[in-house]
């Protein structure tokens, strides 16, 4: 997973000065997270983030999609989420797809997945190492392409 954590950075690009400060959370053979750690709000054990989900293959459900943006509500004393915002996006287009403004249903986050995950260090309150600053179009396509190197790449 440390090997994957390097390549990803290594393909991550760095954008223009922004208030977003993207950190990279869950990751596994298919996808990759990341959340903009300066836009956290916190109320009481609820924090409220942007997390962006970038799928190594893309995803048709009843759209085709490469990855997504949630504004996802945490819930950390009791370690489960729901979304209020969700937008869909592919790789060759910066507008979504699809998008999603109303609130979800709480749902369980499953144990060593990449969405426990995140909440976990969303949740811990840290500051982690920023991965990427701007728009999270400008990173997803790097980190995709890290997935795909790594999964090339493995013996």
Not at 28 to 42: E, H, K, L, N, P
Not at 46 to 67: C, G, M, N, P
Not at 68 to 78: E, G, Q, V
């Amino acid at each position: 997973m440390k090997t994957l954590m390097i390549g990803l950075m290594a393909w991550g690009v760095a954008g223009a000065a922004q208030a977003q400060d993207w950190v990279v959370g869950g990751v596994s053979r298919d996808a990759v997270q990341i959340y903009d750690q300066s836009g956290v709000r916190t109320s009481g054990d609820l924090r409220s983030v942007w997390i962006v989900t970038i799928f190594k293959a893309r995803q048709s459900e009843h759209v085709q999609f490469d990855y997504t943006a949630t504004r996802s509500t945490i819930d950390c004393f009791n370690m489960r989420t729901k979304y209020t915002s969700m937008r869909l996006y592919q790789m060759d287009n910066q507008e979504p797809s699809e998008s999603f403004d109303e609130e979800g249903e709480w749902f369980g986050l499953n144990p060593n997945s990449i969405g426990e995950t995140t909440a976990t260090m969303v949740c811990s309150g840290e500051t982690h190492e920023i991965f990427g600053k701007g728009s999270f179009h400008a990173l997803a396509p790097g980190l995709r392409q890290g997935l795909r190197d790594f999964e090339r790449d493995r013996p």
